[in-house]
């Protein structure tokens, strides 16, 4: 789950679900801009706060590096963005899909001691904030 969101994962979607919005007529730009932007945000409030990881993993290489989930924050934005900028009678099945696809991160990142699970929610504010305000574009 972690390597199918990650960053450059979540970039790859968010262009190609640019690329299915663009062909059925729908605003595209900020489905692909929101996962990016939503990434390098998380990275530079992970590089402020220094906020260690649970457990074993505060020794690893990015030990300090925990809070807020980018792989939450950048899935967050992207869904944001696409229920945004989809037809009113698509926005359930996103909106399904986004609620999935979010919990199950959450609870794999901390499962795995890769995050506290305020991490978690604060990724996934920071993504659909970043999404909301991307979308239409």
Known sequence: MAKLCSPWATAAQ???AAVVLRAAGRPAAGVAIAPVAADTCARLIKRATHR???GWKRFSRDGH???PSSHVAGPAA???AVWIDSPPRARIVVAVAFGAVVAAIGVERVRAAAH???DIAAGTVLGVFIGAALGRL
């Open 78 to 80: 992207l869904l944001t």
């Open 14 to 16: 968010g262009i190609a």
């Open 116 to 118: 506290w699970p305020s």
């Open 52 to 54: 260690p990881r649970p």
């Open 65 to 67: 590096r925990s809070f």
